[in-house]
Nanobody, 126 residues
Framework: QVQLVESGGGLVQAGGSLRLSCAAS????????MGWFRQAPGKERDLVAA????????YYADSVKGRFTISRDNAKNTVYLQMNSLEPEDTAVYYC???????????????????WGQGTQVTVSS
């Protein structure tokens, strides 16, 4: 069974930074686009950022452009989300996910992803 394990979440003050990591096992994620989603209480799970298999193409939600950076280290089978200038509105559970199709382009809908991590809580205090 493929496993994606997120880490790096926590409590931070507004304006601070966190770096999330997503480590994969039983799947070589270097072949797949990866995404970071987040879900706040009472809200839908939304895509925050995505990166294609090679790292050449990225996507960011408007709300995080200029503040978040997605990257990947295929040698370590790991994807990262660097989050700077955090705002209370960024508070949510953050999930990483792996695209279903190898060597595909960036996918912006949740249905395109087949494996998900368990999530890591990010809380930004004002």
């Amino acid at each position: 069974q493929v496993q994606l394990v997120e880490s790096g979440g926590g409590l931070v003050q507004a304006g601070g930074s966190l770096r999330l990591s997503c480590a994969a096992s039983r799947r070589t994620i270097s072949y797949y686009a990866m995404g970071w989603f987040r879900q706040a209480p009472g809200k839908e799970r939304d895509l925050v950022a995505a990166i294609n298999w090679s790292g050449a193409t990225t996507y960011y939600a408007d709300s995080v452009k200029g503040r978040f950076t997605i990257s990947r280290d295929n040698a370590k089978n790991t994807v990262y989300l660097q989050m700077n200038s955090l705002e209370p509105e960024d508070t949510a559970v953050y999930y990483c996910a792996s695209d279903k199709v190898p060597y595909g382009s960036v996918s912006t809908i949740a249905a395109a992803y087949d494996y998900w991590g368990q999530g890591t809580q990010v809380t930004v205090s004002s």
